[in-house]
């Protein structure tokens, strides 16, 4: 029996950072205990948002945005406000990137480091080509 993966986090492209952490923290109890973050290359700020639950939450603000979410790779899901992606946590990114292909998902992004320089990532797109995000966490601090 394959391995049974557990959800990480969600991720949604806002028009304001600042205004929809304020939002999250009021409305839903988020608070911000991870560290903000930026991909210049990308002209993206966001940070993660974390609830007692341990649900996490990732905002992105992206300059140029519009509302909606949009299908493609992961950065271009944050030109569109709304949800544009899901991630499900896995000890073996590798095997679980090949067995998800294998099984007939679009290799977005292959496994590789994350901009947090812990994390490993990798990216595939569902037969409705919505992403899917695979993570594998560095266990210990």
Not at 79 to 96: E, H, S
Not at 97 to 122: H, K, Q, S, W
Request: proline share 6%; with cysteine.
């Amino acid at each position: 029996m394959s391995e049974a993966l557990a959800f990480d986090h969600v991720a949604a492209s806002v028009a304001d950072l600042e205004r929809s952490q304020a939002f999250y923290a009021v409305a839903l109890g988020f608070v911000c205990t991870e560290h903000a973050f930026t991909l210049p290359a990308h002209d993206i700020r966001g940070l993660v948002l974390l609830n007692d639950a341990g649900v996490r939450l990732e905002l992105f603000e992206r300059r140029g945005s519009v509302p909606m979410a949009r299908k493609g790779h992961p950065t271009e899901g944050a030109l569109r406000q709304g949800w544009f992606q899901f991630a499900l946590a896995t000890r073996d990114l590798d095997a679980t990137f090949a067995r998800v292909v294998a099984c007939g998902a679009d290799p977005i992004l292959t496994p590789r480091i994350a901009p947090d320089g812990r994390t490993r990532i990798a990216f595939v797109g569902d037969p409705d080509g919505n992403l899917v995000e695979l993570v594998q966490r560095q266990s210990g601090p």
